[in-house]
């Protein structure tokens, strides 16, 4: 034998370890799959061996190869003996062995239940460490539901190192085991107040999980954050913490206004890192929502942040700025705003400041003149994407404000004129876009130009032909504009005719430029114009007055259009719109069709001033030319205010989609109000069967919809849809009687959706009591389908699965071969723990031998003492007086005679037998603790004095003390 | 968190945490995946991306990239703050730590994420306590290791 253990370990030095194999490896580049395929030969002859510590070196160097890719599956069993090594050498490589290697179809995992057990019960804390770590990785609904009781009693364990593993497994045992977070909750809030900051922090952690996914069952937990919050000075916890409040504001707008102040003081301070700082901002944000005045009183603060050195935390707090705007502090927030444009570095962050500004304006500007100097000043921005932002705004307010208009004429008319100063650098410079708005003010209203002839000029400079065709066009078509203008003057003024033959001729000599264009927008107006001019040049040279006539052409005031218009519109009677006007027509047809009937829309004025000439045939090219100017064109419409390229886009997009999902569109203006907290009660209470009624009618619902909107647009193509159809999509795209539920956002597997209990109020709370049963096979033959039931009483039940009956046996999960004993655990609901009682039961099973199997039955009494509803929970000496101090509890006392044992023996009893722990002792006398399921404290003072025991014990309910005390009487008179 | 992986700049992989259950061809599928996302990104580039329905978060520290992957409600910052204390343990265990420190002594480096991290949550914040396990543990183990067979 000693031999043998000496040989063993001599082979081991010629063994490899695991630094070999990872040196092996990298020797052998060219042939890596052949030398590793000798290494796994090697390992698994080395799990065929005896020796714990080759196999657990196997087992390591299995572990690097699985990383490699490599299938180690097949060593699943010899993995779980590695774990069940009494070393902690080769313990701790088991559990990482079986962590990085175990899923939750592993077989194999059944075997480990009872080990991992024994290892979180052992003295040592790095085996119950290592098991906690291992199982934190693999634990399935089966471990989790086994080992739920033993991890919760670690939460309560005296070394902080086992507790806040033990806190933060829970989560997981949780997920996996949603029934044990009910029992398991009292406890893990008890947690958040542990003197160890490690545990305090991991009690936070699993909380903060836990509330963000449901958070209205944790709002009565906000007392207790909020205390942590202002007191943790650990940065980790408090970035969890501003995470949970964030979950839970919305829910109650009362902890708003509380927040501020230390959510300030948390940016203040200079110690905490810059993501407490981001975090702050995100939940003011979150905060403005329901509390803007509270918000808006740190708006210097918020201002400061503005200067912040990371990009994130300027983002965030110019979004917080964004939603704190109001009439007063309007001007004076764009004014830092725009001193910020010039600082900014980097586009992303100059554009997002730029659309902020704008996006403040729009919606709040109450000085026009202001707010065009404002735009006017953004265009000295270079290389911004949002040109085109500016220009329509600089369209909206000229056209909707006509006490500006002079002024915003006179803007655009230096804009034009410094026009090469924005087009300086590159063609692709997107401000240039503002040029468009410039022209088409200028041209539409000439009348306000003080010099119409120099604004002319600018506007048929050679150097316009370098712009995007759009804007070309638009050039174009206002030069003629102006100049009806211009002629006007020069024909009222008593001055010689030529001057206003030079005009024409300008025009003459410039246009040509235009008609030349490769664009074909521009060819077309620049050639209308042009012959037009011509015309108006001859009749200059008869000496007749055109002036008049020239403006007719242009007469007529051009309106602002509200996007929602046409749907104001009173559909007429007997007009249905679902009702085809023309048989479907097939594809290209309609595109053609669409086409036009988009033309008519969008140039219908046009077309009434010149006799345009139509194209009837244009080649494929030509025509997909066209449709990409005149989107552009619509695009920038000034008719259609808000058609702004971002909000075509996302229309154009969501009509493209049939069928958006209704909860999306919910979601993106649904105050999250009480309302919506009551929603979510009524969902709950709904069943499933409910709910399967409701997904065929949202079904049904679509259909409709979508035939609904195909009416609308009658029988244009998609893209053709005209704006003026735009609407907020929001309301379009809902169904009438759509419910706001959050049901078809979650994923149905979701495993948070399952936690979702509320913790706090349940009127008929049950109190679970786990009754572990140890069955032994004491006879020589096999026995199995073993069947445990219990005849439940009023006030015990034992718990069985859904869908199962109230008298239904539970079957008990394995197998007994002769001799063998193993343990089962059977959950039993307790309404009142008050009184003791005893349960009927039986068990049943099959006998099976040789030759034949018998039915067997055995009655049984469970005895439910009331001890079995303590719970050994330690308790600090301050906190035991504090509690006898409070006098809610009431006395009761014990005297025992004749009781010959050491004190410390007597002590261990108590304990052992009836889940007490001592908070002090002092010679003779010792102060105990323990607490009911239901949370009754109970206190016992224990005194000795020759061979006499008295106790003096309190407990808030007289009933179960006095029912405990009998019991300990007994458990004395036994021995 | 969801998984962590540490691999090199050549793809290998040195490293892998999971702390969801998933099967090891959906593992192989993934870690493949990400470190060729990964690695085709410029150095300048923003350290998280958007990658099916989770949040990567990675850091390139020497040859050596640290990526884990948190789920959509999760916050990016404290992520890589996770993966920047967990080096900086590495590098006080292993004492300025290199790429073959965790090659050679892969059980240490998990033994010392598990310490730092348990189920995806951080579970110890101060690094002298997070030391402080992994040395009593180590100690237990060359005591052990003495023990006679």
């Known amino acids: ?975 | 968190m969801q998984f962590m992986l540490l691999f090199s700049r050549q793809g290998k992989l040195r490293l892998q945490k999971w702390y969801v259950p998933l099967s090891d061809k959906e593992r192989k599928k993934i870690s493949r995946d990400l470190v060729q996302t990964i690695l085709a990104r410029k150095p300048k580039m923003c350290s998280f991306l958007e990658w099916r329905d989770l949040k990567i978060v990675y850091k390139r520290y020497a040859s050596l990239y640290f990526c884990c992957a948190v789920e959509d409600q999760d916050n990016e910052l404290i992520t890589l703050e996770i993966i920047h204390r967990y080096v900086e343990l590495l590098d006080k265990y292993f004492g300025s730590v290199c790429e073959l420190d965790i090659i050679f002594n892969f059980e240490k480096a998990y033994f010392i994420l598990d310490e730092f991290l348990l189920g995806g949550e951080a579970q110890e914040t101060s690094k002298k306590n997070v030391l402080k396990a992994i040395e009593q543990a180590d100690l237990l183990q060359e005591v052990c290791g003495l023990c006679p067979r």
Not at chain 1, 474 to 490: C, D, I, P, S
Not at chain 1, 510 to 517: I, Y
Not at chain 1, 617 to 634: G, H, P, T
């Open chain 1, 1 to 975: 034998m000693a031999l043998k253990i000496v040989k063993g370990s001599i082979d081991r030095m010629f063994d490899k370890n695991l630094q070999d194999l990872v040196r092996g490896i990298r020797n052998h580049k060219e042939d890596e799959a052949k030398y590793i395929s000798t290494c796994i030969d090697e390992i698994k002859q080395e799990l065929k061996q005896d020796n714990i510590a080759v196999k657990a070196n196997a087992v390591c160097k299995l572990t690097y190869l699985q990383m490699l890719g490599y299938d180690v599956s097949w060593a699943a069993f010899n993995i779980v003996e590695v774990m069940s090594s009494s070393k902690f050498t080769y313990k701790r490589i088991g559990y990482l062995a079986a962590s990085q290697c175990f899923h939750e179809s592993t077989d194999v995992i059944m075997l480990t239940t009872n080990q991992i057990r024994k290892d979180l019960s052992s003295p040592n804390q790095y085996d119950t460490g290592v098991a906690l770590t291992g199982l934190s990785c693999f634990v399935t609904p089966d471990l989790a539901r086994d080992l739920a009781n033993d991890i919760m009693t670690l939460m309560s364990h005296t070394k902080p190192y086992i507790r806040k593993k033990a806190v933060l497994i829970m989560y997981k045992v949780f997920l996996k085991y949603p029934e044990s977070l009910r029992p398991a909750f009292p406890r893990l809030k008890e947690k958040l107040e542990d003197p160890d900051p490690g545990v305090q922090s991991a009690a936070v952690n699993v909380i903060c999980e836990l509330a963000r996914r449901n958070p209205k069952n944790y709002l009565s937990l906000a007392p207790l954050f909020f205390k942590l919050m202002t007191s943790s000075t650990n940065n980790w916890v408090l970035i969890k913490i501003i995470k949970l409040f964030g979950a839970l504001t919305p829910l109650e707008p009362r902890l708003g206004k509380k927040l501020i102040e230390p959510l300030t003081n948390l940016i203040h301070s200079v110690l905490s890192l810059f993501i407490v700082k981001y975090l702050g901002l995100l939940a003011m944000s979150k905060i403005l929502k329901t509390h803007p005045k509270s918000v808006q009183s740190h708006k210097d603060l918020i201002l400061q942040c503005l200067d912040d050195k990371d990009e994130s935390i300027r983002l965030r707090a110019l979004d917080l700025l964004y939603g704190m705007v109001s009439k007063k502090n309007l001007m004076e927030i764009v004014k830092k705003l725009m001193l910020h444009v010039d600082k900014a570095e980097g586009t992303t962050y100059r554009d997002e400041l730029l659309t902020k500004i704008i996006d403040i304006c729009s919606q709040r500007a109450y000085n026009c003149l202001w707010y065009i100097s404002i735009l006017v000043e953004l265009t000295r921005l270079e290389g911004t994407r949002h040109g085109h932002l500016i220009a329509s705004q600089m369209l909206d307010v000229a056209i909707r404000v006509k006490a500006i208009r002079a002024f915003a004429v006179a803007q655009m008319a230096t804009l034009l004129d410094n026009a090469h100063l924005l087009t300086g650098n590159t063609q692709r410079n997107g401000i240039c876009e503002v040029l468009y708005a410039a022209a088409w003010i200028c041209g539409e209203f000439s009348e306000h130009l003080e010099e119409p002839m120099a604004t002319l000029e600018a506007m048929l400079r050679p150097k316009v032909a370098t712009l995007p065709g759009h804007i070309q066009a638009v050039y174009v078509q206002n030069a003629a504009k102006l100049f009806a203008t211009v002629l006007r003057g020069q024909e009222g003024a008593p001055a010689d005719s030529t001057v206003a033959q030079e005009t024409s001729q300008l025009l003459i000599d410039r246009l040509p430029l235009f008609v030349q264009s490769s664009n074909l927008e521009v060819q077309e107006r620049a050639s209308c114009i042009l012959q037009l001019v011509k015309y108006i040049q001859k009749l200059q040279q008869k000496d007749v007055e055109v002036a008049e006539e020239v403006t007719a052409l242009f007469a007529g005031e051009l309106n602002p259009v509200a996007p929602k218009a046409q749907k104001k519109v009173p559909v007429p009677e007997g007009l249905d719109l679902d009702v085809w006007i023309n048989e479907p027509p097939s594809g290209s047809e309609s595109e053609d069709e669409g086409r036009k009937s988009k033309g008519k829309a969008v140039f219908a004025k046009d077309e009434s001033r010149h006799t345009k000439p139509r194209y009837t045939e244009v080649d494929e090219k030509e025509l997909a030319k066209r449709r990409e100017v005149r989107k552009a064109e619509q695009a920038n419409n000034p008719f259609y205010i808000k058609a702004s390229p971002s909000s075509q886009k996302v229309r154009r997009h969501s009509v493209s989609k049939p069928n958006p999902s209704p909860s999306f569109s919910l979601r993106l203006w649904m105050p999250m109000s009480d309302q919506y907290v009551k929603l979510e009660e009524e969902r709950r209470e709904r069943n499933k069967a409910d709910k399967k009624k409701k997904k065929d009618k949202k079904k049904r619902e679509k259909g409709e919809k979508g035939r609904r909107r195909r009416g609308d647009s009658g029988p244009e193509s998609e893209e053709d849809i005209t704006p003026a159809h735009m609407v907020d999509i929001v309301t379009e795209e809902m169904p009438e009687n759509a419910l706001p539920s959050d049901d078809d956002d979650k994923d149905p597997n979701d495993p948070h959706k399952a936690l979702n209990i509320d913790l706090d109020n349940c009127p008929l709370m049950d109190y679970q009591v786990v009754v572990s049963v140890i069955f032994e096979n004491k006879c020589d033959s096999f026995i199995k389908s073993m069947e445990f039931n219990v005849l439940d009483s009023l006030n015990s039940k034992l718990q069985r699965p859904d869908g199962a009956g109230p008298h239904d046996g539970l079957i008990v999960p394995f197998q007994l071969p002769p001799g063998i004993s193993n343990e089962a655990r059977f959950i039993f609901s307790v309404q009142n723990i008050v009184m003791p009682q005893k349960l009927k039961g039986t068990l049943t099973f099959i006998v099976k031998t040789d030759d034949s199997s018998t039915h067997e039955k055995l009655d049984f009494k469970l005895h439910f003492t009331c001890t079995s509803y303590l719970i050994t929970t330690p308790c600090y000496s301050d906190a035991y007086s504090k509690l006898l101090e409070s006098g809610d509890l009431k006395g009761c006392s014990l005297k025992l005679e004749g009781v010959n044992q050491p004190f410390h023996h007597l002590l261990a009893r108590i304990c052992f037998h009836h889940h007490f722990s001592v908070v002090e002792r002092i010679d003779s006398c010792a102060s105990m603790y323990s607490r009911s399921i239901q949370g009754h404290h109970m206190c016992l003072l224990v005194k000795t004095a020759d061979q006499t025991v008295s106790i003096d014990a309190k407990c808030d309910e007289p009933g179960l003390l006095g029912n405990v005390l009998d019991e300990i009487k007994l458990t004395f008179s036994q021995c």
